[in-house]
């Protein structure tokens, strides 16, 4: 439990290199939202949750969503307010949420719901949502049927000595909250950047957060040699897939 806290708020001790580097999401990840919700985000009253430094919000306000963004994190918080002024953010987190019974008609967790307590964050999501209104959580996940990417989480294991926590996580939100309906939709998505720009994505992982500065270096320079072997050219092309779950409010 101290651990998983601790990675938990490791985030904001990293929050502009976060919003730098790591990945946004493909357009249809909104359309498959809206398809599985059976209602559009344009007008919705959205509450995203674990909002980060607004990575997801943005998406969701360019929708035409009417956002509200919750963030535990101080320094995400602080980040998130510099990257949208004009989206309001409230501190708190998924298993406490400080809005009104009846208050939204979409709660969103972009790669934030395995941080929360399923016993409590549930009945807080069905307390929250209005009748009708839709849970949506989803992850990017790095594509491990990539054999480089497969390779390199091999390696990330090895060198943790435990496989990442988010890997199966939507897996594991399915067979755990039985309160909720859930249907899932799979998403895959490329994008390509610098060698500096996916190590430092790598950086921002809470498993690397709270290792500390001088290992985790260690095993980023490591990596960086055996990345070099398959992109000379110093140029990455990541391969996610964003792993969907929404359930809809009776």
């Known amino acids: 439990m101290t651990t998983h806290l601790s990675r938990a708020h ?9 919003a730098a580097h790591r990945p946004s999401y493909p357009p249809a990840l909104f359309d498959a939202i809206e398809h599985l919700a059976g209602r559009p985000l344009a007008g919705a009253r959205v509450v995203d949750v674990g909002a980060g430094t607004g990575i997801g919000t943005a998406l969701l306000a360019e929708r035409g969503a009417d956002v509200l963004a919750v963030e535990p994190g101080s320094g995400m918080a602080r980040e ?16 406490a949420l400080p809005l009104a019974d009846g208050s939204a008609d979409f709660l969103t967790y972009a790669q ?3 941080w929360t307590d399923p016993a409590r964050s549930v009945p807080e999501a069905l307390r929250v949502l209005r009748p009708g209104g839709a849970l949506a959580v989803w992850w990017n996940i790095q594509d491990h049927a990539t054999p480089w990417a497969d390779a390199q989480a091999a390696r990330i294991a090895r060198f943790l000595g435990k496989d990442d ?3 199966h996580t939507a897996d594991r939100t399915s067979e755990q909250t039985t309160e909720l309906d859930f249907r899932r939709d799979r998403l895959r998505w490329t994008r390509r950047v610098t060698l500096d720009d996916h190590l430092s994505n790598l950086a921002t992982h809470s498993a690397f957060l709270v290792l500390g500065e001088d290992r985790t270096a260690t095993f980023l320079n490591e990596e960086r040699a055996e990345l070099r072997k398959v992109f000379p050219d110093g140029i990455v092309e990541e391969a996610y897939v964003v792993d969907l779950l929404v359930a809809t409010r009776p």
């Open 80 to 95: 998130f307010r510099r990257a949208l002024p004009r989206v309001p953010v409230l501190l708190g987190d998924g298993n």
């Open 10 to 18: 490791s985030f904001s001790t990293a929050a502009t290199r976060y």
């Open 165 to 167: 926590e988010a890997r």
């Open 112 to 114: 934030a719901w395995h």
